[in-house]
């Protein structure tokens, strides 16, 4: 009989990791997340380009054309929307009680946190390839060959994973999916639209231009656009000066967010 | 044993006083007693003012910062006259989506289950709701319009038509919260909160209230001219700033009515049958 006390199962924290990760990832199939994933994507692009093709389009936007200015942005709002469901989910995750129920268990309390973060990285890619694909549709290209191009894709799972990391200790602290849903939709209109992804920073009101111009879209923006190159060249060549300041955003929102996720993810609820 | 015989009687004396359970008296003061408690809800959590005040207003700024002089340049009349019905239809469906959440709340922690086993007109639950959503987008129309207002939105058409431009989006509201309402009932995954989100999105971009109609791909021009929004925001232009009112008013009306129309009949059996199982 005491042999049933001392085979006390101690569990690897990885296998914990992926069955976690498998439990988010494995329905979305099923229960329309990924279609719903493509569907936000493909509804991004048609968006914003076709209602503004033919009203921002001009000589003044030194690029070849609008669809080569517009996808950074694009994508950026892809992401965006991809973090959103992630603080969506936590915050169900969290009024349900499965969060509780985790802590009581042989689990390190980082874990799930971590298995959401890994879900939420496969929406940002599935975000990310869609929006690609469509802005190849409307004739994006990438000028500056493969490997800036992956660095293009890198940047933006970073920041995805960012956003990822502020959405979920949000979701999880707020317990409440009702108020979190909202924010799904004007923020990210908001913040976008103030970027100078959607039209040059000459073309706003003057008294903006300073909070528009250090914003952290506009900067990503900045450094995404360079990545992708143009074959006009009015783009800024790949330089520090351009990457730092959307590297020195990711990484700022990071620091904040993570003592904060310890915090909260750790409080017994 | 006497006491316990007297409440059976006790409690007709009350029913008899109070109308019975299908009476319209009780229906009406039901549904008030039930439109409150959401009301109060609402009012409780800071969130909502923050998504039924801040948000629209903050959208209606940055509207008119980012596409305002653009927008005034192509059409010589104010951008406004344009993106403050536009935002006014918007904030009327982006808070419909808390509502979405809420009764898919209430249908798990078995409270619709429980006001159904209770003496309540069956009617009151649900025009409860349609009591409190006409309120928050009563409110929310009126604080998009103050914003316009303050921004230099005008009504040059005299008071009815003000009355009737604010009366479009309180429809258009009630004929999208009962779209809403109905995917929630059939659609309880908590995806269908995101999937409504594309469906706004195009629905506010391809509207002429976002850009002017002649701005868009040929293509797209018909649909864009015709869907609901673009007739609304077109309406209450007219309503507004001047020009044609009574074909694009009608349109609105009639798209609104056919869409309460079709949700009708599924949103009550969805939600008699969210009271009757989970």
Known sequence: ?????????????????????????????????????????????????????????????????????????????????????????????????????????????????????????????????????????????FHRGLWYAAVFCLLTLLIGLALALLGDTLGTKSRDPAATAQWLLLPQLIFGFLSVGIQPLHRFPEWIRPVVDNQPISRLVYALQALAGDSAGGVPPVTWSVIGPALAWTVGIMAVTLPWAVVVYRRRT | MAVLEGVPVVGAAEAELAGS??????????????????????????????????????????????????????????ALYRSVPLVALLATMSGSTTGMVGINAERFDGFLARMWSLPIHRGAGLLSRLGAETVRLVFTTLVVLGTG???????????????????????????????????????????????????????????????????YPDWVQPVVRYQPMSLAVDAMRGLSVGGPVLSPMISTLIWCAAIFAVCLVPLLVGYRRASTSR
Request: hydrophobic share 55%; proline share 5%; glycine share 6%.
């Open chain 2, 149 to 215: 207002m303050a921004l230099g939105f005008r009504f040059h058409q005299g008071v009815g038509a003000a009355v009737l431009w604010v009366a479009i989006p309180v429809i258009f509201g009630v004929a999208f919260a009962a779209v809403a309402t109905t995917v929630a009932l059939y659609w309880r995954k908590t995806v269908m909160v995101e999937a409504m989100q594309p469906v706004i999105i195009l629905g506010a971009t391809f509207c002429t209230g976002f850009v002017p109609v002649d701005r």
């Open chain 1, 1 to 141: 009989m005491t042999a049933l006390t001392l085979t006390r199962p101690i569990p690897s924290g990885t296998q914990q990791w992926w069955v976690l990760t498998a439990r988010l990832i494995a329905p979305t199939l099923r229960n329309g997340e990924v279609a719903v994933g493509v569907a936000v994507s493909v509804a991004a692009t048609a968006s914003l380009y076709i209602p503004l093709n033919r009203l921002m389009d001009g000589p003044d936007l030194q690029m070849s054309s609008y669809a080569q200015y517009l996808v950074p942005l694009i994508v950026l709002q892809a992401i965006a929307f991809a973090s959103i469901s992630t603080a969506f989910r936590a915050a169900t995750d969290s009024v349900q009680g499965i969060n509780r129920r985790f802590q009581s268990l042989p689990i390190a309390s980082l874990t799930p946190l971590a298995a959401r973060i890994t879900a939420a990285l496969y929406r940002c890619v599935i975000g990310l390839v869609v929006a690609l694909a469509a802005g190849y549709v409307i004739g994006f290209r």
């Open chain 2, 21 to 78: 359970e299908n009476s319209l008296r009780s229906l009406l003061s039901q549904t008030a007693v039930l439109t409150g408690r959401l009301l109060l809800r609402s009012v409780r959590s800071p969130m909502t003012l923050v998504h039924a005040v801040l948000l629209p207003v903050a959208f209606l700024l940055t509207l008119k910062v980012v596409f305002g002089d653009s927008i005034t340049a192509i059409t010589g009349e104010n």
